[in-house]
């Protein structure tokens, strides 16, 4: 069965204090592996796609990279504004649906 | 350059009443696909149209149903509401043609059923 599995639930940072959010999947055959965030009550907003293995990607203090059973979002340097959730999502073979995870719920604090 | 847009915002029945939620894609944009978030979860796909047919459905009974029209606008509509069907329903909308195609959100809407 196809599932994605984040950690931790929540994580709470001082400024300035990097870390990590982890992504575990299964899936047969993945075509994509996505990074949203959400602020409480909005949409997603898309952050990143990786297809591949080895593949990283970066956009201001965020970095996600992919390994064939996982992903990690690495959070530079994070400042109050980077507070939010952050979903992962993959996309198996044949198909065009997104499954997600349950989400990190980060908090940054000056 | 427009997003997807969604409304309305917010609602409130009760159970047993119908509900129709509307979505515009993004401009360029021809698939749609609609998903369920509960509180404190990851959205859960619902189904995805594609040149005005429903190409792929989740684990959601009949009562859910949907429709494109040619502009590839959407709606989702929900029968005989239950007290679980409170939710943000989410659409998203991308560039079809079988790829991996990246899909963009809307606000959602907050459905609440009493």
Redesign the interface.
Known sequence: EDQ?TQSPEALRLQEGESSSLNCSYTVSGL??L?W?RQDP??????LF?L?SAGEEKEKERLKATLTKKESFLHITAPKPEDSATY?C?V?PGG?????????TRLAVHP | DAGVTQSPTHLIKTRGQQVTLRCSPKSGHDTVSWYQQALGQGPQFIFQYYEEEERQRGNFPDRFSGHQFPNYSSELNVNALLLGDSALYLCASSLGGGGTDTQYFGPGTRLTVL
């Open positions: 994605v075509r994509g996505f949203y009550g909005k949409g997603p907003e898309f796609t297809y979903l999502a996309q198909y065009n649906k997104l499954i997600f995870g349950a989400g």
